[in-house]
């Protein structure tokens, strides 16, 4: 393979891992416009759609139609989602919305360790794609559905496969509707104006509760879209995968400036591609170091992130 | 006399607004300034330029006829290099930890003998120099240099101003929104502000030296006697949070007093207050400025500027458009149309 | 200092009650009792463990109690004062603090447990590396916001944690280092201990983790103290009331002539001293720097739980929270393990209590911060205890 071939494959790679946690970021990103909350939570329901789309392989058997069972799971995964997401902000976040943010941040990591328990307790179903009930901690394989066929023909040393193709497919068309939901609806607008000053928008009328609501249902619903694509992808979940996930996504849209979704999703792509770099060169051992440096260097030169705005403190 | 306060041609600008243009006055030792004008006139903002908290886009300050950025000197830039010689030997460990290690370390050592700690730096220094290894560790050592001589660099430019110079200069003040330490208690929100003349560091306050100890009864005494000047005494032990609106309000004077400055700058004390407190407050003003200390102040309460203001500055939408005293200023034709509109209109 | 009577009165009784608890232990035991009973009053040997994090909490404390600053990697300081204890006092490295003298006095042969020179020198070492590199932390990290500072110190977390498992020749890897020299016996209270120890496993027939740790109870235990009457006198101190005004409001901090960057830098140091002596602490009891990912985001969290849930900025609550958040895992879970283990292991997931740790805890953060925001013991109340009765206000002449 030569320089420029490699190069190529890592952009790919890079790209393509960049976009799944642009999902998981949007979601983050979101809702920390919106409350400034640090949802800790966030990565493990990513974690919890993972298994329920594994759940739904397994007891609906679409290793036999791997289309139907993808637009299945891309529907159900992320509706499950969205619905776990609203429930917890109304039982957990909603009664404690007046107090001090450390409060509800607190709150989110109890909720992101009982997320976890329950991918433990799920992973020990005693189902056949869980591996009949033993070992319940241990990471279950995720049949490959669709296959990696390369789609520039079986002799391409560069690599665009199927799953590449489900990432761009899934994604991209996402973060389009979801721009146009945020500019365009009047519900998106809520959402922007609720970000900005939830005080104001409370004078104009808007019920921020139902805005702070669906900001938590469309966060959870791109979790959902993301934990498919992530366990289609990478064809492996464990009750432990939520955490790195987070960590990533969290840490991409703090890069690219927290609250703003473009900057979110930049801020993935820069570390799709650092990561598929630094693997690719074979220092897989410093990769995660090497990403937290990369936001330490970008926090020195820019304290609000790339994108990010200065807020300036009224005296 | 120089004077306590010199402001010259001072703009502060936020990217297409201008709050302040151009505005320039002095302030006398023992007077009593006022800045008035009507809301959004910039009168915050002139505070917030002063004090460093937005540093001016131009113009100058100057306390005592000297600015208060701090200068350029020998001693600073001998930091900045200090603080690039030592980023050069941390990167340099840091790239070289490993081999240094083996050769330094790990070849000398026999299992449970002595260490030969003498061979150990002449070891390690030949690795530096060997001639593998003196490109990178040479190359290392010069650009964490600049970086760090650098960084140290662009930090002290960007605090020159800072608040904490402006009030170790001799410049105190207080906030439009009350800003205490709620969780503090009043005598503690005074110790806060005597900070600058206290001595003591946390050694001292963990081993409970004598000194310490001593340090501290002294300035309780002192800060109890500010609060008393205030008419707090009796709060000392109280949160901060828990005090009524007006009390908080010479709390925050208190406070602004205890690090004995040369200007003291009140940004609408008498806001919400009744007619008696009002006058309380004047007498308060009048006392702290008999004490020696020099006050300017912003203020939308009319008989509290009138009375006890020595001279008056009167903003407009960031200009100054009058100067002078009371009599002069309730007299002006331009600051009459600021605040009621022009004639006919 | 004025501390209402009241409060010391409690003070002194649970610090009364903690120095009697082995020999209460002890004395129970020789009781005719139900073995199930004697399987779960033995918590004495669990307990050096708990004191040493909570002298991790304390320094967290530091950090996000008083100064406001919220730190999410408080394990690296736990693990950068566990490696430094570990190398500078094993005997696979020249450094071996203190054996020179433990040579002199035992003739030559090495002990597995150190002298006290070298446990001091040891843990003091541990601390001033923990403060350089608290201090070095906080240095790029000044400016920052609070969100943006506490995915620095996450990221940071994750970065010891590599450099650890990657730095073979120093640190060994995943292994850890060992052996490590255990803290220093207290001679009568080892005697009491072995014959406990022995008494216990002839009754009850259970395996006591950590069995020469009830010796080392009594020095964790002072130790403890101590961490916690120095962050006291700290607190009541010039550098306490400045981390506090910081965390109440920077900008008027800094319009009152406090040098803001050197007090957070101060608080760094502080609190990553205190975290880095609880993991000196830690490694010298269990013989081992313990394995670079045992270091990870969860302990961290579990140290910021034990600050929020104890209270924040509030000493007595700290403790109380380290010993709910880390009791639980150290105590219950363990004795709960015991009991449980010598019943049918059919490898159920649902019957085996470890696998429920993770979701007793969440829903007790979340009942806890739902129903009792502001921690345990917060440091108002007892403030509140404190406080005179209001007077009427006078206007002043």
């Known amino acids: 393979m030569s320089w420029f071939e490699f190069v190529l494959q890592q952009l790919i790679t890079g790209l393509t891992n960049g976009l799944i946690i642009a999902l998981v970021a949007l979601g983050y990103t979101m809702v920390y416009g919106i409350i400034e909350l640090i949802n800790f939570a966030h990565g493990d329901l990513v974690m919890l759609g993972a298994f329920l789309a594994l759940t739904l392989i397994g007891a609906c058997h679409l290793e036999g139609s791997p289309w139907l069972g993808l637009g299945l799971m891309l529907i159900a995964v992320p509706v499950f989602c969205a619905a776990v997401n609203w429930t917890v902000d109304r039982v957990a976040y909603r009664p404690i919305r007046h107090a001090p943010k450390l409060t509800a941040l607190?709150?989110?990591?109890?909720?992101?360790?009982?997320?976890?328990?329950?991918?433990?307790?799920?992973?020990?179903?005693?189902?056949?794609?869980?591996?009949?009930?033993?070992?319940?901690?241990?990471?279950?394989?995720?049949?490959?559905?669709?296959?990696?066929?390369?789609?520039?023909?079986?002799?391409?040393?560069v690599q665009i496969t199927v799953k590449d193709a489900l990432v761009a497919l899934v994604t991209i068309p996402l973060m389009v509707a979801l721009t146009w939901f945020v500019r365009r609806t009047r519900i998106g607008t809520a959402m922007r104006a609720t970000a900005q000053n939830p005080m104001a928008a409370r004078l104009m009328g808007i019920d921020v509760d139902r805005v702070i609501g669906a900001t938590f249902i469309i966060g959870g619903a791109l979790a959902g879209m993301a934990a498919v694509v992530q366990s289609l992808y990478y064809n492996t979940i464990s009750f432990q995968m939520g955490y790195r996930i987070g960590l990533d996504a969290f840490t991409a849209a703090v890069l690219g400036g927290i609250g703003n979704l473009p900057g979110a999703v930049l801020g993935s792509i820069v570390i799709g591609l650092v990561r598929a770099f630094s693997d690719g060169y074979g220092a897989t051992q410093w990769t995660n170091a090497l990403v937290f440096l990369v936001l330490i260097l970008v926090l020195v030169f820019r304290p609000s992130g790339i994108l990010g705005a200065h807020v300036r403190e009224k005296v | 006399m120089t004077a306590v306060l010199a402001v010259h041609d001072l703009t502060l600008r936020f990217g297409g607004l201008t709050a302040v243009n151009a505005v320039g006055f002095s302030v006398e030792p023992g007077q009593i300034v006022a800045v008035i004008g009507p809301n959004g006139a910039g009168k915050t903002s002139l505070f917030n330029a002063i004090t460093g908290i937005h540093p001016p886009t131009s113009g100058r300050i100057l306390i005592d006829g000297r600015d208060v950025a701090a200068p350029y000197s020998i001693l600073a830039a001998l930091r900045w290099l200090g603080v690039g010689v030592a980023t050069a030997c941390a990167a340099v460990l840091a790239i070289e930890l490993l081999p240094l290690w083996d050769v330094a370390i790990e070849r000398l050592y026999e299992y449970r003998k002595p260490f030969p700690w003498g061979s150990?730096?002449?070891?390690?220094?030949?690795?530096?120099?060997?001639?593998?290894?003196?490109?990178?560790?040479?190359?290392?050592?010069?650009?964490?240099?600049?970086?760090?001589a650098f960084g140290a660099w662009s930090v002290w430019i960007r605090s020159r101003r800072v608040p904490e110079r402006v009030a170790r200069?001799?410049?105190?003040?207080?906030?439009?929104?009350?800003?205490?330490?709620?969780?503090?208690?009043?005598?503690?929100?005074?110790?806060?502000?005597?900070?600058?003349?206290?001595?003591?560091?946390?050694?001292?306050?963990?081993?409970?030296?004598?000194r310490h100890r001593k340090e501290s009864a002294t300035t309780r005494a002192l800060a109890l006697e500010i609060l008393t000047t205030v008419g707090l005494g009796p709060d000392a032990h109280l949160t901060a949070g828990s005090l009524p609106y007006g009390h908080q309000r010479r709390l925050e004077i208190a406070r602004a007093l205890a690090s004995r400055p040369k200007l003291l700058l009140l940004d609408e004390p008498a806001a919400g207050m009744n007619p008696v407190e009002a006058v309380a407050l004047v007498a308060l003003i009048r006392g702290i400025r008999d004490s020696g200390v020099t006050v300017l102040l912003i203020e939308h309460h009319m008989r509290v500027v009138m009375g006890i203001s020595d001279r008056i500055v009167v903003l407009h939408y960031g200009n100054k458009i009058a100067e002078g005293t009371p009599e002069q200023i309730r007299a002006d034709p331009k600051v009459i149309e600021a605040y009621l509109g022009a004639e006919g209109a | 200092m004025a501390i209402e009577r009241r409060t010391l009165a409690w003070v002194l009784a649970l610090v009364a009650?903690?120095?009697?608890?082995?020999?209460?232990?002890?004395?129970?035991?020789?009781?005719?009792?139900?073995?199930w009973l004697m399987k779960w009053t033995y918590v004495a040997p669990l307990m050096p463990a708990i004191f040493a994090f909570m002298i991790v909490s304390l320094g967290l404390n530091i950090v996000t109690g008083f100064t406001g600053l919220l730190n999410l990697g408080a394990a690296a300081f736990v693990a950068i004062g566990a490696y430094t204890y570990s190398i500078l006092t094993c005997e696979i490295y020249p450094f071996r603090l203190g054996w020179v003298l433990d040579e002199v006095i035992a003739g030559g042969r090495p002990s597995a447990h150190a002298t006290w020179l070298t446990f001091v020198l040891g843990t003091m070492a541990a601390a001033g590396m923990g403060a350089l590199v608290g201090a070095a932390l906080s240095l790029p990290t000044m400016r920052l916001r609070g969100d943006y500072l506490a995915i620095v110190t996450l990221g940071f977390c994750e970065i010891v944690q590599d450099l650890l498992k990657n730095l073979d020749p120093i640190t060994k890897g995943t292994t850890g280092i060992n052996p490590v020299?255990?803290?220093?016996?207290?001679?009568?209270?080892?005697?009491?201990?072995?014959?406990?120890?022995?008494?216990?496993?002839?009754?009850?027939?259970?395996?006591?983790?950590?069995?020469?740790?009830?010796?080392?109870?009594?020095?964790?235990?002072?130790?403890?103290?101590?961490?916690?009457?120095?962050?006291?006198n700290l607190r009541r101190s010039r550098i306490g009331r400045s981390w506090v005004a910081v965390r109440e409001d920077?900008?008027?901090?800094?319009?009152?002539?406090?040098?803001?960057?050197?007090?957070?830098?101060?608080?760094?140091?502080?609190?990553?001293?205190?975290?880095?002596?609880?993991?000196?602490?830690?490694?010298?009891?269990?013989?081992?720097?313990?394995?670079?990912?045992?270091?990870?985001?969860?302990?961290?969290?579990?140290?910021?739980c034990a600050v929020i849930v104890g209270g924040m900025g509030s000493i007595g609550g700290v403790i109380l929270g380290a010993l709910v958040m880390f009791g639980f895992n150290g105590i219950v879970l363990v004795r709960l393990s015991d009991a449980l283990a010598g019943s049918h292991t059919d490898g159920n997931v649902l019957t085996t209590p470890n696998n429920w740790k993770f979701l007793v805890y969440g829903l007790a953060l979340v009942l806890v911060m739902r129903f009792k925001p502001e921690g345990l013991l917060p440091a108002r109340e007892v403030r509140a205890e404190m406080r005179p009765p209001r007077q009427a206000p006078t206007v002043p002449p």
């Not at chain 1, 991918?119 to 009930?133: D, E, I, K, R, S």
Request: glycine share 8%; charged share 10%.
């Open chain 3, 17 to 35: 009650a903690a120095l009697l608890l082995p020999a209460i232990e002890y004395g129970i035991h020789r009781l005719p009792l139900w073995p």
């Open chain 2, 169 to 210: 200069a001799g410049i105190a003040r207080t906030f439009q929104n009350i800003r205490l330490f709620r969780e503090l208690s009043a005598l503690d929100n005074v110790l806060v502000g005597m900070d600058a003349h206290l001595t003591s560091r946390s050694w001292h306050a963990v081993l409970r030296l004598p």
């Open chain 1, 106 to 157: 607190v709150s989110a990591i109890g909720v992101s360790f009982i997320f976890m328990n329950i991918g433990l307790f799920w992973g020990g179903a005693p189902m056949a794609v869980f591996g009949g009930g033993a070992a319940a901690a241990s990471p279950k394989d995720v049949p490959d559905l669709i296959g990696h066929t390369n789609l520039l023909g079986s002799g391409s040393l």
């Open chain 3, 250 to 304: 920077e900008l008027a901090a800094r319009s009152s002539g406090l040098d803001t960057a050197r007090i957070k830098l101060s608080a760094f140091s502080w609190g990553a001293a205190l975290c880095a002596t609880g993991g000196a602490l830690i490694a010298a009891l269990v013989g081992t720097s313990i394995d670079p990912a045992y270091y990870d985001f969860q302990l961290s969290i579990i140290v910021l």
């Open chain 3, 181 to 232: 020299p255990h803290p220093p016996n207290l001679p009568a209270l080892a005697a009491a201990s072995e014959g406990s120890s022995a008494f216990i496993q002839h009754a009850t027939g259970i395996y006591l983790y950590y069995r020469d740790a009830t010796p080392h109870y009594l020095l964790y235990l002072l130790l403890m103290l101590g961490v916690a009457m120095l962050c006291r």
């Open chain 2, 120 to 148: 150990a730096v002449p070891a390690a220094w030949d690795l530096l120099t060997s001639r593998a290894e003196r490109k990178t560790v040479a190359l290392t050592a010069l650009v964490s240099l600049a970086v760090g």
